[in-house]
């Protein structure tokens, strides 16, 4: 089984149709990205992960503060310069380097310590979230400091907890066997949550408001690798809305074991075919 993830890998997974290499180069070329986001993901290596247990994942899950806090959603989502907020480096490259550094699966508190005082983190998450409090709250007319810091939290809390469920699912499928992989690069550009030989998964929560780093705005992953030879298959997982607030929301034990069928019967018809 595979345990280590570059951003080379990915591209020869998935840069293999027109729309992907059009994203990838739009990518490259972007002014505010291509000095600094790009060189930082093509260099990031997937790791840390491959080596967490389920029981690691689930620790960091009864252990972890609420990433909401004691934010209201309609105060949250009352502020629609943070709700549409998205730093030059997505979250998703941010949660990466903090696994990889750490070297392990931090919780909340430890994620919001890391990017603080962490200067890659700090330039990454913390200085770009605390300059847009700044801004929207110096608006004339605006909501107050207090208002926006906690719109930020509920923004990036979100994110948190969306970066969590998918580490869940992919150390309990690699846990039953399966060489399930992930990287920031296939995630930020090409919508790929995570995926097991040519299966793409995506892990969505029904109705939720706060997408994924604009999932929902842009190309959906099965119109980007249309057309590959041979073909992807995607498989998503899909979770009804959470319905306690202050713990994890996380797939069921029936969810991931479906999940396992399913990828295991896709590698099993890949190599079917390929006899």
Same mark, same amino acid.
């Given at each position: 089984?595979? &345990?280590?993830? $570059?951003? +080379? !890998?990915?591209?020869?997974?998935?840069?293999? $149709? /027109?729309? $992907?290499?059009?994203?990838? +180069?739009?990518?490259?070329? !972007?002014?505010?990205?291509?000095?600094t986001v790009v060189p930082h993901v093509l260099a990031h290596q997937t790791s840390t992960i491959y080596r967490l247990t389920p029981e690691d994942v689930e620790r960091v899950c009864m252990s972890t503060e609420h990433a909401l806090g004691e934010v209201k959603r309609a105060t949250a989502e009352s502020v629609?310069?943070?709700?549409?907020?998205?730093?030059?480096f997505a979250f998703t490259h941010t949660f990466h380097l903090a696994v990889e550094s750490l070297e392990m699966l931090p919780t909340w508190q430890q994620f919001r310590a890391f990017v603080h005082d962490d200067p890659r983190g700090n330039e990454m998450l913390w200085r770009p979230a605390q300059d847009k409090i700044t801004q929207v709250s110096s608006t004339l007319g605006g909501p107050s400091?207090?208002?926006? *810091? #906690?719109s930020m939290r509920w923004?990036?809390?979100?994110? =948190? =907890? /969306? &970066?969590?469920?998918?580490?869940?699912?992919?150390v309990h499928l690699r846990n039953a066997g399966l060489d399930v992989r992930m990287h920031p690069?296939?995630? #930020?550009? @090409?919508?790929? !949550? @995570?995926?097991?030989?040519? *299966?793409?998964? /995506?892990l969505l929560v029904k109705n939720?408001?706060?997408?994924? !780093?604009? +999932?929902g705005r842009k190309i959906p992953t099965s119109e980007l690798l249309a057309g590959a030879v041979p073909p992807f298959h995607f498989h998503p997982i899909q979770l009804a809305r959470a319905s306690r607030f202050g713990v994890v929301h996380l797939p069921s034990p029936e969810q991931v074991r479906g999940a396992a069928r399913t990828l295991g019967a896709a590698l099993h018809a890949s190599a079917a075919g390929g006899r």
């Open positions: 089984m595979i &345990f280590r993830t $570059t951003a +080379q !890998d990915v591209l020869d997974l998935f840069n293999v $149709t /027109s729309p $992907t290499e059009v994203v990838l +180069q739009r990518w490259l070329d !972007d002014p505010a990205k291509k000095d629609k310069a943070i709700v549409d907020w998205h730093p030059d400091r207090t208002v926006v *810091t #906690a923004r990036v809390g979100n994110a =948190y =907890y /969306s &970066f969590l469920r998918e580490i869940f699912v992919v690069l296939a995630d #930020a550009l @090409f919508r790929v !949550d @995570f995926w097991c030989g040519r *299966t793409v998964c /995506s939720a408001k706060f997408h994924k !780093d604009g +999932q």
